[in-house]
């Protein structure tokens, strides 16, 4: 498998997706995509390329295969895809080029301290989280990120949440009026 080999099958079996996002006319919708039915060839590009998702279309009625379909919507990827395949596109290229250059003109730049509870590491904040008993907003705090940031990062690395209730590192202090 090779570049120029993703191009023709992009060029013949290929979309680019560059319009509006219906309920939203000031946002643009971007990604690429392949359609096939054989869904080997598109896992093998898929391996190839290192990204995307795909996608199993339902069964129409009157056809014997099920469509699939390889969609990368990632701008980093889009872009690092699209300067691969453009020396080799015939069909396609110029669509591919104008999406390409108005991502370029309108991604928004990645914020200063992005991958930072990456390179905290899974392990880390997970201590943090399970024996320090800091709450997800002070390990944001800590490591100058949003709130979400460490919701989704523990999401993504299988750290669970821990039961609703008072922290173990904190004590419960009895008085008289709850005792």
């Given amino acids: 498998m090779d570049w120029s080999y993703v191009a023709g099958y992009f060029d013949g079996e290929g979309n680019v997706r560059f319009r509006a996002a219906p309920s939203r006319p000031d946002y643009i919708l971007t990604s690429i995509s392949w359609s096939n039915t054989h869904l080997e060839s598109l896992d093998a590009i898929r391996d190839f390329i290192r990204c995307g998702r795909i996608q199993h279309k339902k ?66 904040i997970e201590r943090l989280y399970r024996e320090e008993g800091m709450t997800q907003e002070e390990i944001s705090a800590k490591f100058g990120c949003h709130r979400g940031a460490v919701g989704t990062f523990m999401c993504r690395n299988g750290i669970n949440g821990r039961r609703p209730g008072p922290r173990p590192s904190r004590p419960i202090l009895l008085t008289d009026g709850n005792a």
């Fill in 59 to 124: 069964l129409k009625y009157g056809y014997v295969h099920q469509g699939h379909q390889l969609i990368v919507s990632r701008v980093a990827d889009i872009l690092r895809i699209g300067e691969q395949m453009l020396p080799h596109l015939v069909i396609k290229r110029q669509q591919l080029q104008e999406m390409m250059d108005y991502v370029r003109a309108h991604r928004k730049p990645i914020s200063k301290n992005w991958g930072v509870l990456a390179a905290v590491g899974t392990a880390e």
